[in-house]
């Protein structure tokens, strides 16, 4: 009875050996995005493996969005994206980027392609950034100012071309 009690605490122990040892580590997060406080940093490639920091873009305002080709919601809000990256491109007080969040890389650049869009998509592979910016669904949308403080959220859909979003961005980039 001994005996067979050694041989079952061994197997399990040994089980309990394999599964925590399979279990892939994840960094732990020790920044989340909150608005008011300063924008955690990133940097992520494009699909052109260009990298982007965030830090590299202070002194602008920042507009970042998460999205996905398979989002009904993202779809929506594209157009007005790329009307807000057509009249701002030129501008040196505002940077736009995209991340996309939970999607085929392919699928996405060919669906920025098919529809003309030419803002910058960022992939986030282990949706790390994503994670730290708390991301639960999309699209969601960050404004950051000058200074790398988040001032501005959005969870869903929003008409970035209209007069009161880019109301906002004017007066965080007058600032």
């Given at each position: 009875?001994?005996?067979?009690?050694i041989?079952?605490?061994?197997?399990?122990?040994?089980?309990?050996?394999?599964?925590?040892?399979?279990?892939?580590?994840?960094?732990?997060?020790?920044?989340?995005?909150?608005?008011?406080?300063?924008?955690?940093?990133?940097?992520?490639?494009?699909?052109?493996?260009?990298?982007?920091?965030?830090?590299?873009l202070?002194?602008?305002?920042v507009?970042?969005?998460?999205?996905?080709?398979?989002?009904?919601?993202?779809?929506?809000?594209?157009?007005?994206?790329?009307?807000?990256?057509?009249?701002?491109?030129?501008?040196?007080?505002?940077?736009?980027?995209?991340?996309?969040?939970?999607?085929e890389?392919?699928k996405?650049?060919?669906?920025?392609?098919?529809?003309?869009?030419?803002?910058?998509?960022?992939?986030?592979?282990?949706?790390?950034?994503?994670?730290?910016?708390?991301?639960?669904?999309?699209?969601?949308?960050?404004?950051?100012?000058?200074?790398?403080?988040?001032?501005?959220?959005?969870?869903?859909?929003?008409?970035?071309?209209?007069?009161?979003?880019?109301?906002?961005?004017?007066?965080?980039?007058?600032?």
């Open positions: 009875m001994k005996g067979k009690l041989i079952l605490s061994v197997i399990l122990l040994a089980g309990l050996l394999i599964i925590v040892t399979s279990i892939k580590r994840q960094e732990p997060l020790r920044v989340r995005a909150a608005v008011g406080l300063k924008a955690p940093e990133f940097e992520l490639k494009d699909a052109n493996g260009r990298g982007w920091r965030l830090s590299e202070k002194g602008s305002v507009f970042i969005n998460f999205w996905a080709s398979w989002c009904p919601p993202c779809r929506e809000e594209m157009p007005s994206i790329q009307n807000l990256f057509n009249s701002t491109k030129d501008s040196k007080g505002f940077r736009m980027v995209s991340i996309l969040y939970r999607d890389p392919q996405a650049l060919n669906y920025m392609k098919e529809n003309n869009y030419s803002f910058p998509v960022l992939l986030d592979p282990d949706n790390r950034v994503s994670r730290m910016y708390g991301i639960i669904g999309v699209p969601e949308t960050f404004i950051i100012d000058k200074k790398g403080i988040l001032r501005e959220k959005r969870v869903g859909p929003a008409r970035w071309d209209s007069p009161q979003a880019m109301g906002v961005i004017k007066n965080l980039m007058n600032e």
